[in-house]
């Protein structure tokens, strides 16, 4: 399954640069792989990235990090999820959602965020309960009438 994702900036509580202004970026977690975006260099608390990235695997759910960019170790602003399932139900079709960004039971910010699924609708595997026999071909198949 293929996913465009993204992530297009945030909303952030706090600046936590102590010179100047947080130079805030994100990583995406999905399927084991990991997206980061450049820093938004001194961006504050409204950190627009508008970054795309493609993910190709299986995935049901992804997460959002959120950190501010500094000399030695980044600060972090905590982590959201997103479950990709609505997604999955409406292919084909950019939609934007937010995720919260929470460290230690706090919401620290909100990261808006756009994801597409490419490929067919998810059907949960239940409602396609047609008998495959009656699709291709029994002996009432017009297409055969030819021969
Ligand atoms: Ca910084």
Redesign the pocket.
Known sequence: MVFIIKPLGAELAED??ILGK??PYCIIHIGGKKFQTKPHSGAGKKPKWNETFTFDGNATELKVQVY???IGKD?YYGEGTLLLNKWMSNPNKANTDCVDIILKNKKTGVVTISIEYQGQANQGGWTNSSNPQQNFGGSNNPSKLGY
């Open positions: 936590h640069d947080s130079d501010d960019d500094d600060d």
